[in-house]
């Protein structure tokens, strides 16, 4: 069975810091990993996802992820955080049953 | 280009009533997949449907729910009876064949409010 774990209920950051939103993942065969966020009262939309190739993979709005097949993570990245970054983020796997999400609030 | 398209955005029942949710998918697209979710939790896969077919539907409650996606129109998620729990925001996504690699187009939902 192919699932998805984000550890964290909630992260918290300051505007300008580096933040990172972590997924961990548990799927047979090749992975494929995707990265949603969710905005109040609104649907998900797609930042990023993983096939094959770089290990880091480059999305919307400045986020990144970096899939690390050792340690089964897709962690979500981005250098310096912005308040309209406050969202709840979604990690998904291969059949798309997503993980419980993590509430990021970024604080100016 | 209009993305998947769910209505009403709110629909409100009371208790006993039916609710009946629909989706439509991305142009081109076939396949259409339900979640709900509760509030302040995770998006719970309920149904996978292609044209005329259920794929995938071991997240339904087994009773008051059904989907649909007909041959021509747009997908329906049904629940009967509805009671004070089935108050949610359910949201419906669409792919084209082969998901594990696309990935999903998401509806901006419709909250249903059972009173």
């Known amino acids: 069975a192919q699932s998805v774990a984000q550890p964290e209920d909630q992260v918290n950051v300051a505007e300008g810091n580096p933040l990172t939103v972590k997924c961990t993942y548990s799927?047979?065969?090749?992975?494929?990993l995707f990265w949603y966020v969710q905005y109040p009262n609104r649907g998900l939309q797609f930042l990023l996802k993983?096939?094959?190739?770089?290990?880091l993979v480059k999305g919307s709005y400045g986020f990144e992820a970096e899939f690390n097949k050792s340690q089964t993570s897709f962690h979500l990245k981005k250098p310096s955080a912005l308040v309209s970054d406050s969202a709840l983020y979604f990690c998904?796997?291969?059949?798309?049953?997503f993980g419980a999400g993590t509430r990021l609030t970024v604080k100016p | 280009n209009a993305g998947v398209m769910q209505n009403p955005r709110h629909l409100v029942r009371r208790r006993g009533q039916e609710a009946r949710l629909r989706c439509s998918p991305v142009?081109?697209?076939?396949?259409v997949y339900w979640y709900r979710q509760l509030p302040e939790e995770g998006l719970k896969f309920m149904v996978y449907?292609?044209?005329?077919?259920?794929?995938?539907e071991s997240g339904m409650p087994k009773e008051r729910f059904s989907a649909e996606f007909p041959k021509e129109g747009p997908s329906i998620l049904r629940i009967q009876q509805v009671v004070r729990g089935d108050s949610a925001a359910y949201f419906c996504?669409?792919?084209?064949?082969?998901?594990?690699?696309?990935?999903?187009?998401f509806g901006s939902g419709t909250r249903l409010t059972v009173v």
């Open positions: 996504a669409s792919s084209p064949p082969g998901r594990t690699v696309h990935g999903y187009t």
């Open positions: 799927v047979s065969g090749n992975p494929y």
């Open positions: 993983y096939i094959t190739g770089d290990n």
């Open positions: 998904a796997a291969n059949d798309m049953r």
């Open positions: 142009k081109g697209h076939s396949h």
């Open positions: 449907l292609q044209k005329e077919n259920i794929i995938d």
